[in-house]
T-cell receptor, first 115, second 109 residues
């Protein structure tokens, strides 16, 4: 158990809908990262937050948004969903400084299926 | 930019050795290695820092060639438990950790 909690584990929805994925980082971790993993694909970086502020952005679609709340949990919002958005979405957290020489702890992921 | 991993897939028999390579088109200060088993989350193996080498596991080690902007992961005397997809991660600028496409390692008895 990495200590990173993601909910829900599975999500099935229809095209055009909006969903929210939730992530609670490890106790004490201030950085949260979101990654998308499509079938047999690598881990695509979406966005990173550090202590409530956006720190880095990847190839995140405009239909996607995220935020990190004062209690440090993070939510990834996906709207106007398309079939191609079906993927496994991982959240990861790292220790307080959020530097790239720190290891990431990954949650178990949310499997999103858009039908 | 995303690092490039090679090979894309490797099939070994238990006890054989494997090398997985990771290269970047930009200067690197650190390289991360993670392993993901099927249906599970990626798990940290080790980080290699510029000017140093950090070994995370007994029979899994790695090297980091800063000048060539490359890293290699070495798995010796592979065990069935080593099966999975290995990802290297490098800085993508501005605190982004970007991963390669992964190398799928299959260990057969």
């Amino acid at each position: 158990d990495s200590g990173v909690t993601q909910t829900p584990k599975h999500l099935i929805t229809a095209t055009g809908q909006r969903v929210t994925l939730r992530c609670s980082p490890r106790s004490g971790d201030l950085s949260v990262y979101w990654y998308q993993q499509s079938l047999d694909q690598g881990l695509q970086f979406l966005i990173q937050y550090y202590n409530g502020e956006e720190r880095a952005k990847g190839n995140i679609l405009e239909r996607f948004s995220a935020q990190q709340f004062p209690d440090l949990h993070s939510e990834l919002n996906l709207s106007s969903l398309e079939l191609g958005d079906s993927a496994l979405y991982f959240c990861a957290s790292s220790a307080q400084a959020g530097r790239l020489n720190e290891k990431l702890f990954f949650g178990s992921g949310t499997q999103l299926s858009v039908l | 930019q995303q690092p490039v991993q090679s090979p894309q897939a490797v099939i070994l028999r238990e006890g054989e050795d494997a090398v997985i390579n990771c290269s970047s088109s930009k200067a690197l200060y650190s390289v991360h290695w993670y392993r993901q088993k099927h249906g599970e989350a990626p798990v940290f193996l080790m980080i290699l820092l510029k000017g140093g080498e950090q070994k995370g596991h007994e029979k899994i080690s790695a090297s980091f060639n800063e000048k060539k902007q490359q890293s290699s992961l070495y798995l010796t005397a592979s065990q069935l438990s080593y099966s999975g997809t290995y990802f290297c991660g490098t800085e993508g600028g501005a605190q982004k950790l970007v991963f390669g496409q992964g190398t799928r390692l299959t260990i057969n008895p």
